[in-house]
Each structure stands twice: as C-alpha cells, then as structure tokens.
C-alpha cells in the first residue's frame, strides 16, 4: 500500500506511506484496517484539506463512514466504485 502527495512546485509525487503486508501474517486484521492505517498516517503529516482518491479495491462502507463522519467534514474523497454497488437516488435503488 503507497500513500503519495504532489506538490505545486513538485513534478514527482513524493511518497507519504509506503507498507507491504500479507493476509497472511499473523498481525494482519483486514484491508480496511491498513487502509485506514494509511490514511491516518497521511493525516498525521498533512493536517491541511485532503483529497483522497482510491480504487475499486477501497469501496468499503467502513472509508466512507470515516470521510462522512462529523469530525472528518474538512476532506474530501474520490472512491472508484465497484460494479457491485447500489446507490439510492429519488428514493429508489440504482446499480452504479
């Protein structure tokens, strides 16, 4: 997992987290507990506004209950959804 920033005056992304695990070591909990893992790093080091942008593989309710929780309103987020999620628009269930 690779957490980066850009800068203005930078043409390089720089590197904020950087972390390999395994679903099989013994101290892995979950997907969602290093990307949150991750994203408090980021946060730590980047106390400004934040924009996160994840993939597919982040489509978690646990990520957007972190980024929509009261305490969290100063960043925002771009998750790539997965083909498998429904969203409700005008009170009716729609297939992204």
Same mark, same amino acid.
């Given at each position: 997992?690779?957490?980066?920033c ?9 590197? #904020? ?8 070591? %013994? ?6 507990d ?7 790093? !980021?946060?730590?080091v980047?106390t400004?506004?934040?924009? =996160? ?8 309710? !646990?990520?957007?209950?972190? =980024?929509?929780?009261?305490?969290? %309103?100063?960043?925002? =987020?771009?998750?790539? #959804?997965?083909?498998?999620?429904? #969203? #409700? =628009?005008?009170e009716?269930?729609?297939? !992204?």
């Open positions: 997992m690779r957490s980066y850009i800068y203005k005056k930078e043409k390089q992304p720089i590197s #904020l987290y950087s972390k390999i695990y395994s679903a099989e070591s %013994k101290s892995f909990k979950s997907m969602n290093e990307t949150m893992k991750s994203i408090k790093k !980021v946060k730590s980047i400004k506004r934040c924009t =996160f942008a994840c993939d597919r593989e982040h489509d978690a309710n !646990v990520l957007f209950n972190y =980024f929509i929780d009261d305490n969290n %309103k100063q960043d925002d =987020f771009i998750i790539r #959804l997965k083909e498998t999620r429904n #969203l #409700l =628009f005008k009716k269930s729609k297939n !992204v």
